[in-house]
């Protein structure tokens, strides 16, 4: 069985400060990580993914996460928050390519807010 | 390339109605997925299909059915709709593992209201 904490429902940061979304996850297998974005009224779409080889990937409009397999965790980061990455954002895991269907389970999401 | 589409886009229903959820994919992915998604819930699986013809239950599939009649089309039915499936709907697809692409792609959901 697979599973995926997200702390923190809400983080509130300032334009131009650090942005860092916290995930940590279990699997029986090694995982694939996936971070996916949510902006308002609309579907998610992917932001990064880990799967093999580098542990450090990354993703669209700046954003980066680790792997750390020690601290099952993958947290997502930004150096710099702009107001446009005001949105919910979720991590998911799945069992790589050994589990059936390459099922994803998603954590409850962080709603990212960015004030001036 | 449209992509997933779902249809409809949005949808009130009186308890005890029926409906169906369309989902089409024109990336000749084998398989799709339908989640629902609540407040604080994240999203959770409901039916996935690896395959024309195949279906398998999710994580929370009680009051739902599907089907996948067509390799591009995953329809969702509630037969007898309740309050508790007021909901966000998305539908996702993906290639199947052998083609080494691990994600899967959503539509832009159906918001499903049940009074």
């Known amino acids: 069985a697979q599973s995926v904490t997200q702390l923190g429902s809400h983080v509130s940061v300032s334009e131009g400060a650090l942005v860092l979304l916290r995930c940590n996850y279990s699997?029986?297998?090694?995982?694939?990580l996936f971070w996916y974005v949510q902006y308002p009224n609309q579907g998610l779409q992917l932001l990064l993914k880990?799967?093999?080889?580098?542990?450090l990937v990354k993703g669209i409009n700046g954003f980066e996460a680790e792997f750390k397999k020690s601290e099952t965790s993958f947290h997502l980061t930004k150096p710099s928050a702009h107001m446009s990455d005001a949105a919910e954002y979720f991590c998911?895991?799945?069992?790589?390519?050994?589990?059936?269907?390459?099922?994803?389970?998603f954590g409850t999401g962080t709603r990212l807010q960015v004030t001036l | 390339n449209a992509g997933v589409t779902q249809t409809p886009k949005f949808r009130v229903l009186k308890t005890g109605q029926s409906m169906t959820l369309l989902c089409a994919q024109d990336?000749?992915?084998?398989?799709m997925y339908w989640y629902r998604q609540d407040p604080g819930m994240g999203l959770r699986l409901i039916h996935y299909?690896?395959?024309?013809?195949?279906?398998a239950k999710g994580e929370v599939p009680d009051g739902y059915n599907v089907s996948r009649l067509k390799k591009q089309n995953f329809l969702l039915g509630l037969e007898s709709a309740a309050p508790s499936q007021t909901s966000v709907y998305f539908c996702?697809?993906?290639?199947?593992?052998?083609?080494?692409?691990?994600?899967?792609?959503f539509g832009p959901g159906t918001r499903l209201t049940v009074l």
């Open positions: 996702a697809s993906r290639p199947a593992l052998d083609r080494a692409i691990h994600e899967q792609f």
């Open positions: 699997s029986s297998v090694p995982p694939y």
């Open positions: 998911a895991v799945s069992e790589g390519d050994t589990g059936t269907a390459s099922k994803l389970t």
């Open positions: 299909s690896v395959g024309e013809g195949t279906t």
């Open positions: 880990y799967t093999t080889g580098a542990t």
């Open positions: 990336m000749n992915h084998e398989y």
